[in-house]
């Protein structure tokens, strides 16, 4: 009897001793625990297709790396916790929960991804995104703390032309930028771009439309034709959909040598339009992006397949990415410190991306530079004419 109430003692003791070692503290502050979630929002097609079967792969494939490494990540195990797609976004109170250290976006959807981005604004748990192109994660020109983007924000395509013309044309090419003055987007990003081209020494003519007059379109295609004697230049359309077609109609209806630049996001509603220039990070990325090697990599080490290997390349992407943040924190880490983690996550360097190695900018929240490729439509498909090494721009709210 004496024996089991020292025995007792002992185990209060030790209970005790371990409270006292790992006291009790809000979820906002520590982590404790040896599994660490991580919320995983799918795709907008679901998780039983082929980017959503690819992207649970390249995590389960994560988890064992792991799990069968000597220190797993700051110590830890981690667990992807997949959302049920017929389920709405994790709350903010769930993502608060103790064990969840960040939660990981791959809807590709802009509407989406809106709505994660303010449900967790200024959280203390990151929210990554494995797009994030056409979301703005900005407040007043300042990357929002907590969240961040693995796409650079869709501005970079001014860069991307800007640099593209400076390899291919004389500082003499004639350059004409399209744009309505009654659509914020459009004559934001076309001031972006002049400004751009003026500094590199071309001299871009501005040409300001009503978008909802059709006819503007046919004036400026008869505007530029008037340059008679002169050699053909550019027209970069900031137009939408419509505005590029239009005035793609209207160039094939002149004839003229001119060519077709339009800033928007490559899609099948162009294919059509042959000659039409773009300048796109994602495009060409199944082809040219070196993803088949993360796909022979998930096979030759787990013998794991994947049948869309861009999006196994991006799940690899924000898992490397968060890695790396816990990496450069003092190890083991028993205890997680939030702010630590969204700091370091804004400065990580070397995710591996494919072929590219991206490194993070503090001041972005995104990539400081991707490539960037620049196609134009062919035989209905978009064929590559250079890959540009593009540089982010940060958010410029008026121009």
């Given at each position: ?17 371990t ?76 993502a608060?929960?103790?064990h ?19 449900r ?9 995104l ?8 900005d ?36 350059i ?59 027209v ?17 209806r ?26 796109d ?25 994947v ?44 995710i ?5 190695v ?30 540009v ?11």
């Amino acid at each position: 009897m004496r024996k089991i109430v020292a025995l007792l003692v002992i185990i209060l003791c030790l209970a005790t001793k371990t409270e006292r070692a790992f006291p009790l503290q809000s979820p906002d502050e520590r982590v404790h625990d040896w599994v660490w979630n991580v919320l995983v929002v799918p795709p907008s097609t679901g998780w039983d297709n082929e980017p959503g079967k690819s992207i649970k792969t390249a995590l389960a494939w994560c988890e064992r790396e792991i799990s069968e490494s000597s220190n797993g990540i700051g110590g830890h195990d981690v667990k992807f916790v997949l959302i049920p797609e017929s389920e709405d976004f994790p709350s903010r109170t769930a993502a608060n929960d103790p064990h969840t250290v960040a939660v990981m976006s791959f809807t590709h959807s802009p509407e989406a991804d809106k709505i994660l981005v303010a449900r967790f604004a200024g959280a203390n748990v990151p929210l990554m995104l494995a797009g994030g192109e056409s979301v703005l994660i900005d407040i007043g020109g300042r990357p929002v703390n907590n969240i961040f983007a693995l796409d650079m924000y869709r501005d970079y395509r001014c860069q991307a032309f800007t640099e593209y013309a400076k390899r291919i044309y004389s500082r003499k090419k004639r350059i004409a930028l399209a744009a309505s003055r009654f659509t914020v987007n459009q004559e934001r990003e076309a001031k972006i771009c002049y400004a751009l081209l003026d500094s590199e020494g071309f001299m871009p003519m501005p040409y300001w439309t009503d978008a909802s007059a059709r006819d503007s379109y046919y004036m400026i295609s008869e505007e530029i034709e008037s340059y008679e004697g002169e050699e053909a230049g550019v027209v970069i359309s900031f137009m939408g959909s419509m505005g590029a077609r239009e005035i793609w109609r209207n160039f094939m209806r002149i004839r003229t040598n001119w060519r077709l630049w339009n800033v928007s996001e490559p899609d099948e509603l162009y294919l059509s339009c042959r000659g039409m220039i773009f300048a796109d990070q994602n495009v060409l990325l199944s082809t040219l992006g070196g993803f088949i090697e993360t796909r022979r990599t998930l096979w030759r080490t787990r013998a794991m397949q994947v049948a869309d290997s861009v999006a196994a390349g991006r799940a690899i992407a924000l898992y490397e990415w968060f890695k790396r943040a816990v990496d450069v924190m003092p190890q083991p880490v028993d205890n997680m410190p939030r702010g630590l983690l969204l700091q370091n996550l804004g400065r990580v360097q070397g995710i591996p991306f494919g072929n590219q190695v991206l490194d993070i900018s503090p001041g972005l929240h995104r990539p400081s530079a991707r490539n960037v490729y620049i196609v134009e439509i062919r035989n209905r498909e978009y064929s590559e004419l250079d890959t540009v090494n593009t540089r982010a721009l940060a958010y410029v709210p008026a121009y």
